[in-house]
């Protein structure tokens, strides 16, 4: 598969059983333009095909997962194996057709709408994984939105973690082009619990660790943390340049605390490049 192309997978159901196919998880630089279902008949134990499209927008590892669930019961849940896709570069040698849009325009991090929560909604229709939008930053050029939001898979004892997840748009339906888990995208999840808010002291020893940054200042939001032998916190924040525009740009600020050490900056990222 290069990028720019489109690729259709087909799944086969049992209309009868109540089961149906749904996205479950959806990584690397493939974008899930939506799907469609054909319905022949109500025989019972008719089999019937569900059409999945995908557009390469990247080169590199790729992968999409699906599961079936009957939505009266939605914990009920079937996975398929996770299905590896290499995109190679387009015939013209690029290899990412959406570089152009994703830099520059983003808004500072803000509460979401009941307009962000209705595209939000249409959007993201996976099974067996629920999120909940805790902020987003859009790019009104390109309508394009990037929301932080918090996961919690549907099996039982799962626990909450954090996410990103772009949304684009098709004429005027939205789709998802990413989701990005905080830490580790390789690891289950990311490996980091929810974002929470931050408390008064905890933001103290935040800007302790930021310390003074000439030409620039930090709003912090809120925060998600991994323990691994000392703390790692993600955390999200808008960023003020002191430039004669007064710019306020989303990003992701990285925290470690050792186990023994102290709080420590250790890197600050635009949302659009994570």
Not at 196 to 211: H, K, M, S, V, W
Not at 262 to 269: N, V
Request: glycine share 10%.
């Amino acid at each position: 598969m290069k990028v720019g192309e489109r690729r259709v997978i087909s799944l086969v159901c049992t209309p009868s059983t109540g089961y149906e196919w749904y996205l479950a998880e959806l990584s690397g630089g493939l974008v899930f333009l939506g799907s469609s279902f054909e319905r022949s008949g109500a025989a019972v134990g008719r089999q019937e095909e569900e059409d999945f499209v995908f557009l390469a927008v990247k080169a590199g590892p790729a992968s999409v997962q699906f599961a079936k669930c009957r939505p009266f019961a939605p914990a009920d849940i079937i996975y398929d194996e996770v299905l590896p896709i290499e995109i190679e570069p387009a015939e013209d040698g690029k290899d990412e057709i959406l570089s152009t849009v994703k830099v520059g325009g983003w808004s500072e991090f803000r509460t979401c709408t009941d307009e962000d929560i209705g595209f939000f909604k249409q959007a993201v229709k996976l099974i067996g994984v629920g999120y909940t939008p805790v902020c987003v930053t859009t790019q009104a050029s390109a309508r394009r939105f990037i929301f932080a939001v918090n996961g919690r898979p549907v099996t039982a004892n799962s626990h909450e973690f954090a996410a990103f997840i772009e949304i684009g748009f098709s004429g005027t339906t939205p789709y998802i082009e990413r989701i990005v888990n905080v830490g580790n995208p390789g690891a289950p999840y990311g490996g980091y619990g929810p974002f929470i808010e931050i408390t008064a002291d905890e933001l103290q020893a935040f800007q302790i660790a930021i310390g003074n940054r000439i030409g620039t200042s930090f709003t912090l939001l809120s925060y998600a943390v991994r323990i691994i032998a000392g703390a790692e916190y993600t955390v999200l924040a808008n960023e003020k340049i002191s430039d004669k525009d007064a710019t306020v740009y989303p990003v992701v600020m990285k925290f470690t605390w050792p186990a023994g050490g102290s709080l420590e900056l250790t890197d600050i990222q635009k949302v659009y490049t994570l």
